[in-house]
């Protein structure tokens, strides 16, 4: 996790304004639509979810004007569904006439368990300053509130902080104007004779659409920025669903409009109020530019988009393979670490192999297509690298890959292994079955980033049974415990699991966790 927090401030970048151009050609219509509040609730002990943290129902929203309150005293409203937008209360007064001030706190919440927690206790690396609250004095009523900000959330708190003696505030008609660039008209559910897996593809939709906005963002809680990893997957579940290449186009554009002065692709990018390159490199990520391009490219051949980014996508490459040995073995450092997972407790260096590897093999599809002189090249060095790995990596008496100076076996080498075809078929399905067996179940991820190559290696190795089971074990006991949309992180065994400190910092709908729609389309809406 500490690899995504980094301060590089001496790092130059380049600046193409024809590439910003081009991703400004391609900025999305935002739909928006005014959504009322549903119901009051109040919190809940309820232990099936989060931290223990449920809702109840206590008075429908048309009686919301009847609760009159004076100080200290709060109500909760429900929209009914996840929302991302911008929200609006009428508020009046009753009793005597307004003495003073009216001040108020307006506390934004996607699950529940944002509820329970104080900001004041909150004493963690992240900002504080992502939490969703707002402190507002108000110095004359009746009055129409819209608050400036956007707010990703479910749940409204709102407490009176004061009035005076004299009079009680009272509110009525919330409305959310939400934004999102998903045409929701535009998808539908696959028939798959299985409720759960139904719901855990609406779910995956909800949480896409709500990160699509301007651009493909991460998370509309935090941190509203244009994640290269994120994109990747966000990319492969909008083609099985929303169908949008042009906001794909606009994000690469923009990637590949500001890269660093040695060429690497920054691992994020900040889109408002203007664009700006973050200082932060991931040596995966930014190969992954490639994988976004190739991807694109598959889904519809664009050859004015692949003229246009072709040069940034080989300057990855090219900058990739500087660190590649001899041997064939990739050889990285902390200057430019592999990300591959938050998690730092386990070793990196066979699975950041293997993702070169995956890369490269969509890279000589470009090439091809480009007819690039140095096609040969690229060739030999594949071959190179899946040679060093079949010889110095892969241990036959295990039937497993190892990594690091340790030979540490662990779940991300497999699966990227796997996913990259570094071993003939059979022998992929073996080494997935034998991480099944040996490996499982999963222990230290905690991001439904990993979990989805986890997942998708199942599928590809001919594993349905075990991949469906790993997609209701993991997101479907995130709908269990509540969520209308897929969270940043979740440790089933550590269902309370925030890398924050503090659920009140977590991302509730974020854009790496959306993936159950592309791998129902691709694996499951045939002969299910």
């Not at 809940?44 to 919301?64: C, H, M, P, W, Y």
């Not at 935090?222 to 929303?242: H, M």
């Not at 073995?329 to 590897?357: C, H, M, R």
Request: aromatic fraction near 12%; charge should be negative.
């Amino acid at each position: 996790m500490a690899f995504t927090f980094q301060i590089n401030n001496n790092v130059a970048f380049k600046h193409d304004q024809r590439l910003i151009d081009k991703a400004d050609m391609f900025k999305p219509q935002l739909y928006q639509q005014k959504i009322g509040a549903k119901s009051l609730v109040a919190l809940n002990n309820d232990a099936s979810f989060l931290e223990g943290v449920g809702i109840k129902r206590v008075d429908d929203i048309q009686n919301l004007a009847s609760h009159q309150l004076t100080r200290d005293q709060k109500i909760i409203l429900d929209f009914g569904d996840h929302q991302v937008g911008k929200f609006s209360v009428d508020i009046s007064s009753a009793g005597s006439p307004m003495d003073a001030p009216l001040f108020c706190k307006f506390k934004f919440a996607e699950m529940p368990a944002e509820l329970a927690h104080k900001s004041s206790d909150y004493d963690g690396w992240l900002s504080k300053s992502w939490i969703q609250e707002e402190y507002i004095h108000i110095d004359e009523l009746p009055t129409r509130l819209v608050l400036p900000r956007r707010y990703s959330f479910r749940y409204v708190e709102i407490t009176v902080l004061d009035t005076s003696p004299k009079w009680q505030a009272v509110f009525d008609h919330p409305l959310v104007d939400t934004e999102t660039s998903a045409d929701l008209s535009q998808v539908t559910t696959p028939q798959l004779n299985d409720p759960e897996l139904e719901k855990i593809y609406q779910v995956g939709v909800k949480t896409l659409a709500d990160c699509m906005q301007n651009v493909f963002e991460d998370g509309p809680k935090r941190d509203r920025r244009l994640w290269i990893g994120d994109l990747r997957l966000q990319a492969l579940a909008n083609y099985a669903t929303f169908r949008d290449r042009d906001l794909v186009k606009r994000c690469l554009y923009l990637f590949g409009a500001m890269t660093a002065s040695d060429g690497r692709v920054p691992a994020n990018v900040f889109t408002t109020p203007n664009y700006v390159p973050d200082d932060t490199f991931l040596f995966d990520y930014s190969l992954f530019f490639i994988s976004i391009l190739a991807d694109l490219e598959t889904f519809q051949m664009d050859q004015t988009v692949l003229d246009d980014l072709y040069p940034i996508a080989k300057q990855q490459m090219d900058l990739s393979l500087e660190r590649v040995n001899r041997s064939g073995k990739l050889v990285l450092d902390d200057d430019y670490p592999v990300f591959i997972d938050w998690s730092n407790d386990f070793d990196k260096e066979t699975a950041g192999q293997a993702v070169l590897i995956y890369v490269l093999r969509q890279f000589i599809d470009l090439a091809q297509q480009k007819s690039d002189e140095d096609l040969d090249k690229y060739r030999v060095v594949l071959e190179k690298m899946i040679q060093y790995s079949k010889t110095s990596l892969y241990d036959p008496s295990r039937g497993l890959f190892i990594s690091g100076n340790n030979h540490e076996i662990n779940i991300a080498s497999q699966v990227w292994m796997v996913l990259a075809k570094v071993m003939d078929s059979d022998t992929n399905q073996q080494i997935m079955q034998r991480t099944c067996d040996d490996l499982f179940p999963i222990r230290g991820i905690a991001t439904p980033y990993m979990y989805h190559h986890v997942t998708e290696a199942l599928f590809q190795t001919g594993l349905r049974d075990q991949a469906i089971d790993l997609l209701k074990d993991y997101w479907g006991t995130m709908i269990k415990l509540g969520a209308d949309t897929y969270w940043e992180a979740f440790e089933p065994e550590k269902p309370d699991y925030s890398p924050y400190g503090s659920p009140i910092l977590n991302s509730y709908c974020h854009a790496w966790s959306c993936t159950p729609v592309y791998l129902i389309q691709k694996y499951l809406t045939k002969g299910m």
